[in-house]
């Protein structure tokens, strides 16, 4: 090249910067995912516990339903105001605020003293979660380096992990510890705030630094009632997966108790054992919605894992343990994919469709945990598992959704 062509190319970027900002960027992705799963991992404690809560209060399901149904609501009602609001004026530290509140009420859930104040322990921790998902998640995107869909299955993944750590450590912490044993996990919520503080000063110069350059969307040319119709149908994907999982997170301890008699120790291992598939199915169905289009991750994460829930309930111990891992693994892997595809047909609106959608997840698994505790308690929870199989069948609505990404080309054999 002439020494002409090189001065009007402008300015060589080097591989040295190029690989400091990507290692910056992983870091920082790394970082809220590891919080991400301190705060799933605390959250997860109050299902875990409802074995003790149960005793010791002197609940029926459908107490347990509420205590769900209070946290999950909360969290989805202010999850997309949360999203939306912080759009349009960013809020760098409110990630550490999101997980005190999350602190405050897992202490409180520690020494509440009647029912009324585990309700108010849930409201504190559904705040809590209302204020970290969406913003955890528009960071993650900052710091995709344009892999979003890695990137939010990565940061996902994080609080998946934080579930099913969650039960595991209830079976051997605070079952023998009692209530007051939560406390103990007060040191992780400190953990994370501290973590969750120098993310904020990053996001603080990353979003001072864009301010300065204007901001690039990519356009899909739908109409509005169209994406508005997709979104419709995105949302109803979101209520079949979580309904039915909140039959698994919620009850699924019960239910093996129930038929196979197992103790509270194996029931929460196997329930440990689930929540990992559930881990590992997010983290795979991110890159492949990056590598295959995220329409057919949802195709088959959602309709896919139809026979194995049809299968569950007519299934003897083994397995019922190796269904659950099954259906974990294929249906955790669409809420990457629908994630990323809404903030693809709403550019610019990632907190807001962040906290839409967290907001939905929390608030169907909120609401399925209450009608299940209610049809559990008039029937059985068996009962329950026959009527959850069919929900899966809610993804044949994917066909319905437009193809908004370009196709995915396979590499030339002569240039692979």
Same mark, same amino acid.
């Given at each position: ?80 105001? $949360? ?47 209302? $204020? ?105 994907? $979101? ?178």
């Amino acid at each position: 090249m002439s020494q002409t062509a090189l001065e009007t190319a402008g300015p060589v970027i080097t591989p040295e910067p190029l690989k400091a900002a990507s290692k910056t960027l992983f870091r920082v992705l790394a970082a809220i995912s590891f919080c991400h799963l301190l705060n799933d991992m605390v959250q997860s404690l109050l299902p875990a516990i409802y074995p003790i809560l149960k005793t010791e209060f002197h609940l029926d399901f459908t107490h347990l339903g509420l205590l769900t149904l209070t946290y999950q609501v909360v969290a989805s009602l202010l999850q997309p105001v $949360i999203g939306q609001y912080t759009d349009n004026y960013p809020k760098p530290y409110a990630l550490a605020t999101g997980m005190t509140f999350t602190l405050i009420g897992l202490l409180l859930l520690a020494v509440a003293p009647t029912f009324h104040w585990l309700l108010f322990a849930s409201c504190l921790i559904g705040i809590g979660s209302a $204020i970290f998902h969406p913003e955890s998640s528009r960071i993650a995107r900052m710091a995709s380096g344009g892999k979003h869909g890695f990137a939010q299955s990565f940061f996902q993944v994080g609080g998946n992990s934080g579930s099913a750590i969650g039960p595991l450590l209830a079976a051997f912490i605070v079952l023998p510890l009692g209530q007051k044993g939560m406390a103990w996990f007060a040191l992780p919520a400190i953990v994370g705030i501290a973590i969750l503080l120098r993310v904020g000063r990053w996001y603080k110069a990353r979003h001072a630094e864009a301010s300065k350059r204007p901001e690039r969307h990519q356009t899909h040319h739908l109409s509005r009632a169209r994406v508005a119709g997709s979104i419709a149908i995105l949302v109803a994907l $979101i209520f079949s997966k979580y309904f039915y999982l909140a039959s698994l997170s919620s009850y699924y301890t019960f239910y093996l108790i129930q038929r196979f008699h197992t103790t509270v120790q194996l029931s929460q291992i196997m329930l440990f054992v689930f929540l990992a598939a559930v881990a590992a199915g997010t983290l795979i169905g991110g890159s492949a919605g990056d590598r295959y289009g995220r329409k057919l991750v949802i195709w088959i994460s959602i309709l896919g894992v139809l026979p194995f829930t049809l299968a569950l309930p007519y299934a003897n111990l083994f397995w019922t343990g190796v269904l659950s891992v099954v259906i974990g693994f294929i249906i955790a892997s669409a809420f990457s994919a629908i994630l990323v595809y809404a903030q693809e047909l709403l550019p610019g609106r990632v907190g807001m469709i962040s906290g839409l959608f967290f907001g939905v997840a929390f608030g169907m698994g909120g609401i399925g945990a209450a009608v299940l505790g209610k049809l559990a308690d008039a029937t059985s929870i068996i009962t329950v598992y026959h009527v959850c199989a069919w929900l899966p069948a809610i993804g044949l609505l994917t066909g319905f959704l437009p193809n908004i990404e370009a196709p995915k080309h396979k590499p030339h054999p002569a240039t692979a």
